[in-house]
């Protein structure tokens, strides 16, 4: 593994950031606070209309450098990003997540341990929009070729999760600016189906899940991971099909169980009929699991059917919060 000199960073942090003046200071300060300090920070004004600009301004550290351009979207930014950056490695934070502070350095140590690899992840947590725990992530530990598992389930769970050969990521092109959603799985998968993976095996990760993150568009997601999909088995053909079921189950389930989160809408109880149908048609386990397919179903038509202030006092009550990885 070849170093930089000392006098340039060896990692480059790259944050896109659009209208998250409330969160954008926790996020920077969690990188400036790391053990491993030989990096550079990178963040990517995407046409904010709040005062991000201003929080971001407050904040003094020589490592710290601003871009701002006309709003283009996250995948444009990174891309951005990507090009400014002079680090032989590259991490991505999205600007309302945290990393703890021993994130960077462990995952340079594990690339340094595992030459052939190109890619270090570790596990996510999951947090409030005040930063109050919520529950642990799928907390996978996979190591070398992990095309096949990350093709069933995006065990990294988010962007902001890995640190990669910047090498790697020239090599690709980038994240695919054409996707309206699932960039971060299309963009591990292609760097999976070329390169090894080491994993982190602790909490490094605490992803924020906020209301906007809630209410986004699956119909639009849906469409957006069955085309990283079709890719996917296009460059690994000799992967069977009891795999690609297993990947559409997952798909499926995770969109059914987004779509029965609150507030509740019936266009939103529509879709999540079809997509429980979907689950029960690709999960080749569904007898067994045909008691949580038959409460996810009921609960989906109670959603399409009432009036959405009902359907809420009838469905809401405490729980045992479940969050599934993100695609």
Known sequence: ???LNSTLPLISVIIPAYNCEKTIKATINSVLQQTFVNFELIVINDGSQDSTVDVIAKIQDPRLKVFSFENAGGNVSRNRGLNLAVGNFISFL???DIWTSDKLESQLTALKKNPEAKVAYSWTNYIDEDGNFLVAGTHTTVNGNVYADLLVNNFLENGSNPLISREALIELGGFDESLKAAQDWDMWLRLAAHNSFVAVPVVQILYRVSGNSL???LVR??????????RAYRAAPNIGNHILHLSLANLYKYLACKALQQPFQRKKGANAVKFVWHYFLYDTSRWQRLNLIFKLFIKAMFIMILPADISTVLLTKPRVKTLQ???
């Open 215 to 217: 209410s986004s568009n």
């Open 1 to 3: 593994m070849n170093e």
């Open 221 to 230: 997601q849906e469409k957006a991971c069955l085309q990283v999909l079709e």
């Open 94 to 96: 999205d600007a309302d």
């Open 325 to 327: 990885p993100q695609f």
